[in-house]
């Protein structure tokens, strides 16, 4: 079956940057896109970017354009997100997940457990 | 500010049907069939539960529902059970940002 599985909680210092893993197993890693949604405390759900995992191509809400990498091992089917300058509104439990088929405009089907990243002085 | 406005909160009785809205504009709703909705529980990942604006995954009851009418798109829970209650988003693709979701409706099932 497909899952999902993100690195642990991480506390970090404002201005430090925090790097999320997201591995991947059950299906063919390179046949669908990786999408990153984060969480703030008691919000809702807010888009960050999704990456191409068979060329490493991507994309980001612009907000994050400047701040966020977003990259794959193919090797060992996981993907990252790197999030830089923390700033403490970048408190959230960040979720990667899976696109249904390799498309720009496929929805998520599979979701990640998620990784809470809590930046603090 | 989501690009995409639900209502904060609606609510039903067991048995009952509720329908959730989500309204966009011609950029996303109104322009492309992706809207999807999901789920969430407390504590947990969203749960895909309609996509491409009517299809609903395996799995998913067909007590749930998607349609779309020009810019605005909406979900249906019919015979409401305690265990719909729950966070509900819509989803859309867009032609600028590209992906954007709406700002949650809570359900509360009386």
């Known amino acids: 079956q497909v899952q999902l599985v993100q690195s642990g909680a991480e506390v970090k210092k404002p201005g430090a940057s925090v790097k999320v893993s997201c591995k991947a197993s059950?299906?063919?890693?390179?046949?669908?896109?990786i999408h990153w949604v984060r969480q703030a405390p008691g919000q809702g759900l807010e888009w960050v970017g999704w990456i191409i995992t068979i060329s490493g191509g991507t994309n980001f809400a612009e907000k994050f354009q400047d701040r966020v990498t977003l990259t794959t091992d193919t090797s060992i089917s996981t993907a990252y997100m790197e999030l830089s300058r923390l700033r403490s509104d970048d408190t959230a439990v960040y979720y990667c997940a899976r696109t249904d088929y390799s498309s720009p405009r496929s929805h998520i089907d599979h979701w990640g457990q998620g990784t809470l990243v809590t930046v603090s002085s | 500010q989501p690009a995409l406005t639900q209502p904060a909160s609606v609510s039903g009785s067991p048995g009952q049907s509720i329908t959730i809205s989500c309204t966009g504009t011609s950029s996303d709703i109104g322009g492309f069939d992706t809207v999807s909705w999901y789920q969430q529980h407390p504590g947990k990942a969203p749960k895909l539960m309609i996509y491409?604006?009517?299809n609903r995954p395996s799995g998913v009851s067909n007590r749930f529902s998607g349609s779309k009418s020009g810019n605005t798109a909406s979900l249906t829970i019919s015979g409401l059970q305690p265990d719909d209650e729950a966070d509900y988003y819509c989803?859309?693709?867009?032609?600028?940002?590209?992906?954007?979701f709406g700002g949650g409706t809570k359900l509360t099932v009386l």
């Open positions: 989803y859309s693709y867009t032609s600028s940002s590209p992906w954007v």
């Open positions: 491409e604006v009517i």
């Open positions: 059950g299906y063919s890693f390179t046949g669908h896109y």
